[in-house]
C-alpha cells in the first residue's frame, strides 16, 4: 500500500506542481506527518523532492523532473483503450487529438500490460448513438464549448420544441453533455436550470460579461437533476395496445422510453376484455405504454397490423383518423397508376 501512495504522490505533483501537506494529506488518506515521511522517502529513493516551509511553501518536484511510470495495473490499462465511436471527439474538434492521445498512453503503459491494452482497442467498441437514429448535426457546438471554457455568458436563438420560430436566451452555461449521440447545453436562464438541445440552437454568440453560476452547484449533479426530471415527468395519456408476440421484441426495444416499467410484460391473454378481437389464444401480448399526447402514439402506425391500441378511445379514434388519410392518399390509383378498363 505504501509503493501505490508514493507513486501516487509523485503523480500528483508531477500533475499539480507545488501542494501542501494537507492538500497531499486529503487527497492521500492519510496525515500531514505521513506526508513528510513519504516525501522523505522518495528523497531517499533519489527523487528530486523538496519542501518549503511558510505561507507560500509547501512540497513539490525540481522543476524539468519527469517520469515515465505511470503506476497503471492491467485493468487499468485496458480501461484506457476501451475505444468510442459515435463522433464524439470529432464533434469537440477533438478527433484527432483524442488518436494521438491514444498512441502517447501506449506508450506509455508498462510494457507488460501493451499487448492487452492493444487488444482491448481492437476487441470493444462503445457506440453511444442509439438504433436507426441519424446523428444530429453539432451545428453550434464550437461556440458553446468557447462559452463554457472562456467562463463566459452566451446569447442563444434557440427554437424550443413544438416552435416554428427562435427567441433569443441568455444563460449561464455549466457545461455541454452528449447523451445517446445527441449534444445538451446545461445551463441557468434566469437563475433556472434549462437543458438545451444543441440542434435547436439557430445561433449563438459568447457574451462578454463572464458566467454566474450558482455556487456549490457543479455540472454532474446538475445534469442529473434535469435528466430525473424528464425521465420521471408524468406522460399524459396512458396506453394499452396488443402486440403479436413475434413482434413483441422489436416492439420493446423500440418504444422503451414509453413503456411503462420499461418492459413489455404480459397483462392477460389477450382475449375479450371488450376489445372486441375474440382471438382467445397466445398470439398477442398486452403491452402498457405512456405518451405526452394523444398525437404522440401516432408512431404505433407504423407496425401495421402487428400493434392494436386497445384504450384509450381517443386514442383509437386520432389513429383510425390518421389511417383513414393515409389509404385516401395512397389510393389504389395513387399506387398503381390509372387501371386499363
Not at 499487448?115 to 467498441?125: H, M, N, Y
Not at 434549462?194 to 440552437?201: A, D, E
Request: with cysteine; proline share 4%.
Amino acid at each position: 500500500m505504501k509503493s501505490g501512495r508514493l507513486l501516487e504522490m509523485l503523480l500528483l505533483l508531477q500533475a499539480r506542481g507545488r501542494m501542501t501537506a494537507a492538500e497531499l494529506a486529503e487527497r492521500l488518506e492519510v496525515s500531514p506527518r505521513t506526508v513528510y515521511r513519504d516525501a522523505e522517502a522518495l528523497s531517499s529513493a533519489g527523487v528530486p523532492i523538496y519542501t518549503e516551509r511558510g505561507r507560500a511553501g509547501g512540497i513539490a518536484l525540481l522543476p524539468g523532473y519527469r517520469t515515465d511510470v505511470t503506476g497503471l495495473t492491467r485493468d487499468e490499462a485496458r480501461a484506457l483503450f476501451v475505444l468510442t465511436t459515435g463522433g464524439v471527439h470529432e464533434d469537440l474538434g477533438l478527433g484527432a487529438a483524442a488518436r494521438s492521445a491514444i498512441l502517447k498512453v501506449m506508450r506509455a503503459v508498462p510494457a507488460p500490460f501493451q499487448p492487452a491494452a492493444a487488444a482491448t482497442s481492437q476487441r470493444i467498441l462503445v457506440d453511444p448513438a442509439g438504433w436507426m437514429r441519424g446523428r444530429e448535426a453539432p451545428g453550434s457546438l464550437g461556440v458553446l464549448q468557447a462559452a463554457v471554457f472562456s467562463e463566459r455568458r452566451l446569447r442563444l436563438g434557440y427554437r424550443s420544441s413544438g416552435q416554428r420560430e427562435a427567441s433569443e436566451r441568455v444563460v449561464d452555461p455549466y457545461g455541454l453533455v452528449c447523451k445517446g449521440g445527441i449534444w445538451y447545453l446545461v445551463a441557468d436562464q434566469e437563475g433556472e436550470a434549462r437543458l438545451f438541445r444543441v440542434s435547436r440552437v439557430v445561433s449563438a454568440s459568447v457574451d462578454e460579461a463572464p458566467v454566474r453560476r450558482r455556487d456549490g452547484v457543479e455540472l454532474g449533479a446538475l445534469w442529473e437533476e434535469l435528466r430525473r426530471q424528464v425521465e420521471e415527468r408524468p406522460a399524459g395519456v396512458r396506453v394499452v395496445a396488443r402486440v403479436r408476440r413475434d413482434w413483441l421484441d422489436l416492439f420493446t426495444r423500440m418504444n422503451a422510453a414509453h413503456l411503462v416499467d420499461g418492459d413489455g410484460s404480459v397483462d392477460g391473454d389477450g382475449s375479450g376484455d371488450g376489445d372486441g378481437s375474440g382471438d382467445g389464444d397466445d398470439e398477442w401480448v398486452r403491452v402498457q405504454l405512456r405518451f405526452a399526447a394523444v398525437m404522440a402514439a401516432r408512431p404505433l402506425l407504423g407496425y401495421g397490423a402487428n400493434v392494436e391500441v386497445v384504450s384509450p378511445p381517443e386514442v383509437r379514434a386520432d389513429l383510425a383518423e390518421v389511417a383513414a388519410e393515409v389509404v385516401a392518399q395512397y389510393g389504389i390509383e395513387h399506387a398503381f397508376g390509372t387501371l386499363p378498363e
